[in-house]
């Protein structure tokens, strides 16, 4: 038996906790990624961590307007997804394009090179691979989840203007 819709209220209600959760978590995760980007002295992550704070401070501006009653807040919650998608694209393209090999400490120098070899490799087209795996890992995780977001703000939108209007 299927269940019946959730009334307007609810789904209003529903829409503004996960935006609150998404939104706060996008903010703080990207506050403190460029924080420790700038720390490094890598600019261009930095930039990548301040624009991906902008998308959660997006959302949550969205949250904020619906709260008030505002329908244009659904607006905003929608555009964060594909901005901060792009955020996350254009991080993975760096990621790619401005490869550095990080520091190998002496204990763990024997296996790496020994992994490496028996992948027919030199330590840093082992690292270049893994560092090029992790990019689309990310890329495609990214791509769902954002996906994801974006679709059940859509869906919920109806709902949520019924719900404002009421």
Not at 24 to 51: D, K, N, P, Y
């Amino acid at each position: 038996m299927q269940q019946p819709p959730l009334l307007p209220e609810e789904t209003l209600a529903r829409v503004l906790r996960l935006a609150k959760l998404d939104g706060t978590s996008v903010l703080v995760l990207g506050a403190m990624f460029a924080v420790m980007a700038a720390a490094g002295g890598e600019a261009r992550f930095a930039i990548i961590g301040l624009l991906a704070a902008a998308a959660g401070s997006i959302e949550l501006h969205g949250a904020a307007l619906l709260r008030r009653g505002e329908t244009r807040g659904a607006h905003w919650l929608i555009a964060s997804q594909p901005f901060l998608l792009a955020v996350i694209y254009a991080y993975c393209v760096l990621r790619l394009t401005h490869f550095e090999m990080p520091p190998i400490p002496e204990r763990f120098r024997d296996a790496l090179n020994l992994s490496a070899q028996q992948l027919g490799m030199t330590v840093e087209e082992y690292f270049r691979m893994v560092n090029r795996l992790t990019a689309q890992v990310v890329a495609v995780a990214a791509t769902f989840y954002q996906g994801w977001m974006l679709w059940y703000y859509l869906r919920r939108r109806r709902a949520v203007e019924q719900a404002l209007a009421e």
